[in-house]
T-cell receptor, first 113, second 110 residues
Framework: SAVISQKPSRDICQRGTSLTIQCQVD?????MFWYRQQPGQSLTLIAT?????????ESGFVIDKFPISRPNLTFSTLTVSNMSPEDSSIYLC??????????FGQGTRLTVV | AQRVTQPEKLLSVFKGAPVELKCNYS??????LFWYVQYSRQRLQLLLR??SRESIKGFTADLNKGETSFHLKKPFAQEEDSAMYYC????????????FGTGTLLAVQP
């Protein structure tokens, strides 16, 4: 199965700054997804990253706050913009395999101070 | 709207005891359900899916449409089963989006 690498694994950032998280898959995949897992909460889908078009955002998430790039079928980035302490979470990238199994990156643990 | 509920945040059992992790769902379409597991310091990974009707690491899960449940069971827990377990529902048709429950931490005591 394809391998998915995510970086950074963790970061501590100042409020008001932005962080870009990268996700690399070792084979071409059609759909990639970005999730957020706030402390003590479940995974919540932020958006679906589409190659060659704008990402599709879920209710409660907007492009200005979480801009996403998907320049090709193996790579995507998620930026957390103008961060506040409420953005402290684990962020996960994922892709769907041909049989609907989801594969996940190792996650980025973000702390905003 | 679709929803997945896992009522237990923590389930603590002794080694050799039976385990049942509860999952209930709400979905207007035909459900496709999964259990994902995250072991300590590892990434989230698929444990099993209902359409496969298979046993993985001794775990099974049966979809009960009448009760809208997909409980995960194992007759004899092992210490290496200690992990975070998430029930997930596939929705959104061809987009393959998942909605997750809040997870249950299974702690198997020696």
């Amino acid at each position: 199965s394809a391998v998915i690498s995510q970086k950074p694994s963790r970061d501590i950032c100042q409020r008001g700054t932005s962080l870009t998280i990268q996700c690399q898959v070792d084979s071409q995949v059609t759909m990639m997804f970005w999730y957020r897992q706030q402390p003590g909460q479940s995974l919540t889908l932020i958006a679906t990253a589409n190659q060659g078009s704008e990402a599709t955002y879920e209710s409660g998430f907007v492009i200005d706050k979480f801009p996403i790039s998907r320049p090709n079928l193996t790579f995507s980035t998620l930026t957390v913009s103008n961060m506040s302490p409420e953005d402290s979470s684990i962020y996960l990238c994922s892709f769907s395999g041909g049989n609907t199994e989801a594969f996940f990156g190792q996650g980025t643990r973000l702390t905003v101070v | 709207a679709q929803r997945v509920t896992q009522p237990e945040k923590l389930l603590s059992v002794f080694k050799g005891a039976p385990v049942e992790l509860k999952c209930n769902y709400s979905y207007s379409g035909s459900p496709e359900l999964f259990w994902y597991v995250q072991y300590s310091r590892q990434r989230l990974q698929l444990l099993l899916r209902h359409i496969s009707r298979e046993s993985i690491k001794g775990f099974t899960a049966d979809l009960n449409k009448g009760e809208t449940s997909f409980h995960l069971k194992k007759p004899f827990a092992q210490e290496e089963d200690s992990a975070m377990y998430y029930c997930a529902l596939l929705y959104g048709g061809a987009t393959n989006k998942l909605i997750f429950g809040t997870g249950t931490l299974l702690a198997v005591q020696p």
